[in-house]
């Protein structure tokens, strides 16, 4: 595990809470503030952050290798969808 890859999975599982908190209308402290609308911004944008660096450090044979970070990405995205 590198660096990265540490960078990677706190990014994906800080974006969680912050999406959570944002569709319950709780506030809570996020980049954009205790808004709602902010804390669902500052969650795609370290989904985003993550997929970059993703999508930089690793090709997609070796993602579909990697499970944690695969089931980390898909839990997520049924959080977002």
Same mark, same amino acid.
């Given at each position: 595990?590198? /660096?990265?890859?540490?960078?990677i999975g &706190? #990014?994906? %599982?800080? &974006?969680?809470?912050?999406?959570?908190?944002?569709?319950?209308?709780t506030h @809570?402290?996020?980049?954009?503030?205790?808004?709602?609308?902010?804390?669902?911004?500052?969650?795609?944008?370290?989904?985003?952050?993550?997929?970059?660096? %993703?999508? @930089?450090?690793y090709e997609?044979?070796?993602? #579909?290798?990697?499970?944690? /970070?695969?089931?980390?990405? &898909? %839990? #997520? %995205? #049924?959080?977002?969808?």
């Amino acid at each position: 595990m590198t /660096l990265i890859d540490f960078i990677i999975g &706190a #990014l994906l %599982v800080n &974006a969680m809470p912050h999406l959570i908190f944002g569709l319950t209308k709780t506030h @809570f402290l996020g980049l954009f503030g205790y808004s709602p609308k902010g804390n669902i911004s500052y969650a795609i944008l370290q989904f985003i952050i993550c997929l970059i660096l %993703v999508y @930089f450090n690793y090709e997609f044979k070796e993602l #579909l290798e990697n499970g944690y /970070l695969v089931g980390g990405i &898909a %839990v #997520l %995205v #049924l959080y977002f969808w």
